[in-house]
């Protein structure tokens, strides 16, 4: 009998240097950015035409979906591969954040594929470079290969324009663990768009009431990159700050890659604000960091952020402690946590509680991986119509520890309701997340630190 290749094991002996050189390595000859992009990545890529990607056929059924069992692979089902695409910004704006958000969905992958013998996992991944034309070129190469269903973007700029142009045209499900855009929540999807991270609406609200009651803030500003992530979570927390009676003062938008953003660092802070709010990406965050501390003290006012500019090495980056900047992140306080760290960190030597949306990522592959379990096929129309059936209420319990288990009831017809790393995963009619637990946090010398997680509903 043939044994699996256990490729968890083979990361773990890469090392660290090995595992940092193949999450990096973004198939750059496949994924470079197309002319008049920039080659950094931006999101900011809404108002461009993106009607004349083409539609591409989907195989309802791929060829080698089942296959003749080996030993004794799962009470009754048939041995048959799951395939999957993995579709992720790791260059561009979101190369600092994204490779950690791809190992996390490789490696819910690569466990169910270990794990099972009765399922086989098929994988590729496209590198988006976080921007909207290479991001529907890559959907495009998943669909033309026979992927019924797509864990990602990250982008919410991204996930829009593929979902629009690609995925949802071609009957592909899609499951982003990061993007975040009140934005999605409204699109005409047909059913086919799922998140396992919650709307941008609710982050809002934490942000505004951290601002108000935690930080004493009475007015407040906002700079915010020029995309459907950025200008949605503004309009948001505009929204969630005057209906807490506080007053916003200046609404400042940024194009990325900019060489210098002190004059809408100095439109934003005009009127002398208590608390600015700064949404983007670590690549222009640097920047607009650097900008502010040549020109204001930490005491000038104290500024807050979202998941986007969430990184370790900012503080470093920039040259100064940051004690001044707050911040907010969806974080994974799901019944699988433990279990996703220890994988992780036996996978990758490394924490995955130091970057967001990493327990997201995990889930989203394991719910499209148990729907298509469920659904019997390689069928995107067949995978959507199971989401929210093996993820809501109801059921046999399938979290990370049992996921190979959970396969194989899904396949044989059992009700199941998976509880994943990042929450308990429960998708309301449009695929959103209803709920979720933010870490409320600190920049200071070397890194953040995490005050407490704050748990949030609509």
Same mark, same amino acid.
């Given at each position: 009998m043939s044994r699996k290749i256990r490729r968890r094991k083979v990361l773990k002996g890469l090392g660290v240097a090995g595992v940092a050189g193949l999450a990096g390595c973004a198939q750059a000859g496949e994924d470079t950015p197309t002319e008049g992009d920039e080659g950094d990545g931006g999101d900011g890529g809404d108002g461009e035409d993106m009607s004349t990607a083409t539609p591409t056929e989907t195989p309802t059924a791929?060829? !080698?979906?089942? =296959?003749?069992?080996? !030993?004794?692979?799962?009470?009754?089902?048939?041995?048959?591969?799951?395939?999957?695409?993995?579709?992720?910004?790791?260059?561009? *704006?979101?190369? #600092?954040?994204?490779?950690?958000?791809?190992?996390?969905? =490789? /490696?819910?992958?690569?466990?169910?594929?270990?794990?099972?013998?009765?399922?086989?996992?098929?994988?590729q991944f496209e590198d988006?470079?976080?921007?909207?034309?290479?991001?529907? &070129?890559?959907?495009?190469?998943?669909? &033309?290969?026979?992927?019924?269903?797509?864990? !990602?973007?990250? %982008?919410?700029?991204?996930? @829009?324009?593929t979902a629009n142009n690609v995925t949802v045209p071609n009957g592909v499900v899609q499951c982003s663990p990061a993007s975040t855009s009140p934005a999605i929540t409204d699109l005409e999807d047909n059913g086919y768009l799922y998140r396992t991270t919650p709307t941008d609406a609710?982050?809002?609200?934490?942000?505004?009431?951290? !601002?108000?009651?935690?930080?004493?803030?009475?007015?407040?500003?906002?700079?915010?990159?020029?995309? #459907?992530?950025?200008?949605? /979570?503004?309009?948001?927390?505009?929204?969630?700050?005057?209906?807490?009676?506080?007053?916003?003062?200046?609404?400042?938008?940024?194009?990325?890659?900019?060489? %210098?953003?002190?004059?809408?660092?100095? %439109?934003? /802070? *005009?009127? *002398?604000?208590?608390?600015?709010? @700064?949404?983007?990406?670590p690549d222009s965050g640097v920047r607009i960091f650097r900008d502010f501390y040549n020109d204001y003290s930490q005491d000038f006012c104290d500024i807050i952020v979202p998941d986007g500019l969430q990184s370790g090495s900012l503080p470093g980056d920039v040259g100064n402690s940051m004690r001044n900047v707050w911040g907010t992140a969806p974080t994974s306080t799901g019944p699988?946590?433990?279990?996703?760290? &220890? /994988?992780? *960190?036996?996978?990758?030597?490394?924490?995955?509680? =130091?970057?967001?949306?990493?327990?997201?990522?995990?889930?989203?592959?394991?719910?499209?991986?148990?729907?298509?379990?469920?659904?019997?096929?390689?069928?995107?129309?067949? @995978?959507?119509?199971?989401?929210?059936a093996v993820a809501n209420e109801g059921g046999e319990t399938v979290t990370p520890e049992n996921l190979a288990e959970g396969l194989e009831m899904a396949a044989n017809g059992t009700e199941i309701n998976y509880q994943g790393a990042s929450s308990a995963i429960e998708f309301d009619d449009v695929g959103d997340i209803a709920a979720a637990t933010y870490q409320y946090y600190r920049y200071q010398e070397g890194g953040f630190e995490v005050i407490e997680n704050i748990d949030y509903s609509a």
């Open positions: 791929a060829e !080698g979906d089942t =296959e003749t069992a080996e !030993g004794d692979g799962g009470d009754g089902a048939a041995s048959r591969t799951i395939r999957l695409g993995i579709l992720m910004g790791v260059t561009g *704006q979101l190369s #600092d954040l994204g490779p950690p958000i791809r190992q996390a969905a =490789e /490696l819910a992958a690569d466990y169910m594929d270990e794990e099972s013998d009765a399922f086989t996992v098929d994988y988006t470079a976080t921007d909207p034309n290479t991001g529907i &070129s890559a959907a495009e190469s998943l669909v &033309s290969s026979g992927y019924p269903m797509i864990a !990602g973007a990250l %982008s919410s700029t991204v996930t @829009i324009q609710l982050q809002a609200e934490v942000m505004t009431q951290i !601002g108000r009651e935690r930080l004493e803030a009475s007015t407040t500003a906002t700079l915010a990159l020029n995309n #459907d992530y950025g200008q949605g /979570l503004a309009d948001a927390y505009v929204s969630a700050w005057e209906d807490a009676g506080g007053t916003v003062q200046q609404e400042v938008s940024f194009e990325p890659g900019a060489s %210098s953003y002190t004059s809408q660092l100095s %439109s934003a /802070l *005009q009127d *002398q604000p208590d608390l600015l709010m @700064i949404v983007g990406y699988g946590r433990e279990t996703f760290d &220890s /994988l992780y *960190q036996e996978a990758y030597d490394s924490d995955p509680s =130091e970057s967001p949306f990493t327990g997201q990522s995990f889930d989203a592959v394991a719910v499209l991986a148990l729907a298509n379990a469920a659904a019997g096929e390689n069928s995107g129309e067949a @995978i959507r119509d199971q989401m929210q």
